[in-house]
């Protein structure tokens, strides 16, 4: 019986919207994306760096890349050939290749060079006519035919017209979602369902209060049936880890002490990496594979143009990793910039461990490891749960203790609470300390399941989801997290009103 306690999800497929400058490529991104995250100018070249952001239409999760306008020769500048540069990165990342052509201004020699590079790349690829408005401009769609593609699909970016058809082609042409790829707190009506009846069961053993409710449709499945469910769940065959943080920091000579050999190139100018690399090791009979990313720069000084499309890697290594070590040097401490990964770590409900570099040149000055490791969780306020290390990269100090951190982590990431053992949890919780008055009224809580792993995720329900405040959920997981651990692991609260 598989289980619903889901594993990660993998990497999400990418769609890469490519095509000549100031041809409606951003306003394609912001009215999919439903927010105005990309510069829309009518002067040609305004896109210059690439924006990316999840999508989710039809129940199919996907990352959406706008890149910038696309010149084959791009002869005119420095900069429009690394722009160049960064299209063609996007199209080799991507899954789907979306090309928008101009219908007001038609067919012109750069289109045939532009359709002609893609057909060396062999990726799904949808020609898009855009800027077609209204009927009057319909007929001007049939010169594209020129291009020798099969299909085209003409469209408004800016009116919304004609998106479905190419959103349904788009669709078809993804990869198949791999099991459970939805992730995130997404949770469909038949799983609640299930929770809600498992809850129930155990909730009456341990005598919460008001629990005659019937489970309602779906709940056909006894709590015993869900508990084998849950103890079904297989452990992944290999840990993968995303060794990640800004540039020069030391990842790669990490790399190079994990792995026990010269495996990485080390040079002292930033950005040396400039792809995210897999690298296989063993460690007492069990299997590894370490994603040393590119730097992720602050984004003011990232001043080259490929370099920007190293975030995405680093990104998307978060997204495939197990465990992400966030790497920070000693001796400049926090910046914005880690601020940002560990959001990013922990909106994608990732086990984490804060490695502080360089620690050997601060431990001469005599800086106490318990404070300097206060200061630090204070400010990645994101990931305070997240055990700190240190070490020296270059001495190798405290480089033979990351692994045994990294294990602990992904099995707190994985960690299984019984149903009965959540609902005893509950109820002393909120004997401890209720559920504030709202609106006049008392909040209750009346029972709860955990209804995945990786990241540990419980569904609690209550009469009044308004009334379980932030302040309220940041108590229970506070309260989870010292009753069970759960180091290094993010939990995650899903409130659910009662349905009567």
């Known amino acids: 019986m598989s289980s619903r306690l889901s594993e990660n999800p993998r990497h999400l497929p990418v769609v890469a919207i490519i095509g000549r400058p100031n041809v409606g490529k951003s306003t394609f991104f912001n009215r999919i994306t439903g927010a105005r995250r990309a510069l829309t100018h009518n002067r040609p070249g305004v896109t210059r760096d690439r924006h990316y952001k999840e999508v989710e239409i039809d129940a199919r999760r996907f990352v959406l890349i706008d890149t910038g306008g696309f010149e084959p020769d791009a002869a ?6 690394q722009v160049r540069e960064q299209a063609l990165l996007a199209i080799d990342e991507a899954d789907v290749v979306l090309m928008f052509l101009d219908g007001r201004q038609g067919v012109i020699p750069s289109d045939f060079e532009i359709v002609d590079l893609l ?3 062999q990726k799904p690829t949808l020609f898009v006519v855009n800027k077609i408005d209204g009927p009057n401009q319909a007929t001007q769609v049939y010169d594209f035919y020129r291009l020798g593609v099969d299909t085209l699909y003409p469209i408004s970016s800016e009116h919304a017209r004609g998106l479905d058809p190419l959103l349904d082609a788009m669709l078809d042409q993804l990869p198949a979602p791999a099991p459970d790829s939805k992730g995130g707190l997404d949770l469909d009506e038949q799983l609640e369902a299930e929770a809600r009846a498992m809850a129930e069961e155990h909730a009456q053993e341990i005598g919460l209060p008001d629990t005659d409710l019937k489970a309602g449709p779906g709940a056909g499945i006894t709590a015993e049936e869900l508990e084998a469910q849950a103890e079904d769940s297989t452990q992944p065959s290999v840990i993968r880890i995303a060794l990640v943080g800004r540039p020069n920091v030391g990842k790669s000579s990490l790399a190079n002490k994990l792995l ?3 495996r990485q190139v080390i040079h002292p100018e930033a950005g040396t990496t400039r792809d995210s690399i897999q690298l296989p090791f063993e460690v007492d009979g069990v299997s590894y594979v370490l994603i040393d990313t590119a730097g992720v720069r602050r984004k003011a000084k990232i001043t080259d143009k490929l370099e920007q499309f190293t975030v995405i890697k680093a990104f998307r290594a978060i997204e495939g990793c197990d465990v992400a070590l966030l790497l920070i040097d000693a001796t400049e401490g926090v910046t914005s910039q880690e601020k940002r990964l560990a959001g990013m770590i922990e909106e994608k409900g990732r086990g984490v461990a804060i490695l502080i570099n360089k620690w050997d040149l601060m431990e001469s000055k005599g800086i106490s ?3 300097f490791a206060e200061n630090i969780l204070r400010e990645l306020e994101h990931i305070r749960y997240a ?10 100090a405290g480089v033979k203790g990351i692994i045994p951190v990294v294990k602990r982590i992904h099995v707190e990431h994985g960690r299984s609470i019984t149903t009965h053992d959540v609902n005893l949890f ?3 919780a909120v004997e401890a300390h209720a559920p504030p008055i709202h609106k006049n009224h008392p909040t209750k809580l009346f029972y709860g399941v955990q209804v995945k792993t990786r990241p540990p995720t419980f569904m609690f329900f209550t ?3 308004e009334g379980v405040r932030a302040d309220y959920r940041r108590y229970l997981e506070n309260q989870l997290r010292e009753r069970y651990g759960f180091v290094g692991s993010p939990v995650h609260l899903v409130i659910r009103a009662r349905k009567r």
């Open 76 to 81: 005119e500048s420095d900069v429009f050939r």
């Open 119 to 121: 057909r060396t790349y």
């Open 260 to 262: 026990g050999e010269e």
């Open 369 to 371: 490891r318990r404070e």
């Open 387 to 396: 055990p700190v290390h240190f070490l020296s990269a270059v001495t190798g």
């Open 426 to 428: 509950l109820k002393e």
């Open 463 to 465: 009469n009044n989801s």
